[in-house]
């Protein structure tokens, strides 16, 4: 059963950084894709960035570029996502999803992944 299960969220300062992990396991192929995504509330949910395992290659949400970095440690089947400079506009419960690789198209939609942990919330407030 393919499970993925985050951690690492909590309050921060503006300005201030965080590291979120998801650990992925359960499945039945290599080549999968790790997304992380974020709902505040009464907003949909966004997608925030992914990791492709086929090729390592990773994508992001346009209010997050420059500031947030995704990797993975394939040793821990972990995934992090390293936030830096958060912004009040940051808070929200952040997810993370899992997807089988098929092709590379849609792997910033949230309704293409299948699996989802529980969520971390995040904070950011003075």
């Known amino acids: 059963q393919l499970q993925v299960v985050e951690s690492g969220g909590g309050l921060v300062q503006p300005g201030g950084s965080l590291r979120l992990s998801c650990v992925a396991s359960?499945?039945?192929?290599?080549?999968?894709?790790i997304g992380w995504f974020r709902q505040a509330p009464g907003k949909e949910r966004e997608a925030v960035s992914c990791i492709t395992t086929i090729d390592n290659s990773q994508y992001y949400g346009d209010s997050v570029k420059g500031r947030f970095t995704i990797s993975r440690d394939n040793a821990k089947n972990t995934v992090y996502l390293q936030m830096n400079s958060l912004k009040l506009e940051d808070t929200a419960i952040y997810y993370c999803?899992?997807?089988?690789?098929?092709?590379?198209?849609?792997?910033?939609?949230?309704?293409?992944?299948?699996?989802w942990g529980q969520g971390t919330q995040v904070t950011v407030s003075s």
């Open positions: 999803a899992a997807k089988i690789w098929k092709y590379r198209i849609g792997l910033m939609v949230p309704g293409e992944y299948d699996y």
């Open positions: 359960g499945f039945s192929s290599d080549y999968y894709v």
